[in-house]
T-cell receptor, first 115, second 114 residues
Framework: AQSVTQLGSHVSVSEGALVLLRCNYS??????LFWYVQYPNQGLQLLLKYTSAATLVKGINGFEAEFKKSETSFHLTKPSAHMSDAAEYFCAVSDRFSGTYKYIFGTGTRLKVLA | DAGVTQSPTHLIKTRGQQVTLRCSPISGHKSVSWYQQVLGQGPQFIFQ???????GRGNFPDRFSARQFPNYSSELNVNALLLGDSALYLC?????????????FGEGSRLTVL
């Protein structure tokens, strides 16, 4: 069975500081991994995805994530936080052999950016 | 182009009632997936439909059902509502059947069960 653990349900950073949101996964098969962002009263929007090409994945809005198989991690980073980054972030894993869109989402990390 | 649209955006029901939620996918997308997002949790997979056939089902009771129409729109039905069914119900569409890419989400239908 697959699972995702997001450490820290709430993270606060100062504007301009490094953003680091943690995601660890468990999967018995090579996974696909995703980061989604959800702004208040909106649906989820894809930030980036890992599908077994480069282990360092660059996404939208300056975010990137590195797939580390040895650590079963896929942490999300951004060098400099903006006020507009305040939102909830979800890590998700998918079984590449399942043939479906049954993604397993983590419980989310709410990012607060302080002025 | 229009994104994924869902209706209604908000609704209130009482225990035991039935509800139908509707979803129109992005034009050209043939697959629709439904997710339930309880407050404070991540989305949980309910169903995936592709070309009107069920392609995947999550761990939800039989009170939950769905269907997809020839125009690829979809309905999610929940019978005998429980308080625990209160959640944001998200619909997502994709152009293909296989789960390798981006889910395009709508803004959701927020269901409150009293």
């Amino acid at each position: 069975a697959q699972s995702v653990t997001q450490l820290g349900s709430h993270v606060s950073v100062s504007e301009g500081a490094l953003v680091l949101l943690r995601c660890n996964y468990s999967s018995s098969v090579p996974p696909y991994l995703f980061w989604y962002v959800q702004y208040p009263n909106q649906g989820l929007q894809l930030l980036l995805k890992y599908t077994s090409a480069a282990t360092l994945v660059k996404g939208i809005n300056g975010f990137e994530a590195e797939f580390k198989k040895s650590e079963t991690s896929f942490h999300l980073t951004k060098p400099s936080a903006h006020m507009s980054d305040a939102a909830e972030y979800f890590c998700a894993v998918s079984d590449r052999f399942s043939g479906t869109y049954k993604y397993i989402f983590g419980t989310g990390t709410r990012l607060k950016v302080l002025a | 182009d229009a994104g994924v649209t869902q209706s209604p955006t908000h609704l209130i029901k009482t225990r035991g009632q039935q509800v139908t939620l509707r979803c129109s996918p992005i034009s050209g997308h043939k697959s629709v997936s439904w997710y339930q997002q309880v407050l404070g949790q991540g989305p949980q997979f309910i169903f995936q439909y592709y070309e009107k056939e069920e392609r995947g089902r999550g761990n939800f009771p039989d009170r939950f059902s769905a269907r997809q129409f020839p125009n690829y729109s979809s309905e999610l039905n929940v019978n005998a509502l429980l308080l625990g069914d209160s959640a944001l119900y998200l619909c997502a569409s994709t152009p293909t059947e296989r789960g390798t890419g981006e889910l395009f989400f709508g803004e959701g239908s927020r269901l409150t069960v009293l």
